[in-house]
């Protein structure tokens, strides 16, 4: 015996298998498969457990054709407008800091970022050799 909510999603199918039946009966021509009508199929996919080949067997879809529309379906983006966006400070190359005292007590700190410059080294160099 069947589980209850087997017999309910049965009777999902069955309803949407009866409006396709009457379309294609009332319909006048070749003409394409009503929006509605492909909309409860893809819900019979997304909510009633059942499998595209299922689905399409039972109401006589091409499968690529109802898999395409499916696949259409769940690729449609949510737009979400983000309630706060964190922004990364930019990463520099790296940094550096020397702090020198010498005897006197004289105190000299130099900074760094990326590669140094050459014309802070001779400063340094020239802070060793002042006189006390």
Known sequence: ???ATSSTTDS????????FSEWRRTKIGRGRIPEFLWQSAIGLFNTGGYSLH???KTLRLNHTD???HVNKNLAV??????AF?????????SECVIEMENISGSK???CFRG????NLIELGKSFWRKPA
């Open 1 to 3: 015996m069947k589980p």
């Open 12 to 19: 999902a199918l069955e309803e949407v298998r009866q409006q």
């Open 54 to 56: 299922k689905i399409s």
């Open 66 to 68: 109802f898999k395409k």
């Open 77 to 82: 983006p949510q737009e979400k407008t983000p």
């Open 85 to 93: 966006i964190e922004l990364e400070p930019p990463v520099s190359d």
């Open 108 to 110: 000299m700190s130099m």
């Open 115 to 118: 590669k140094p410059d050459p």
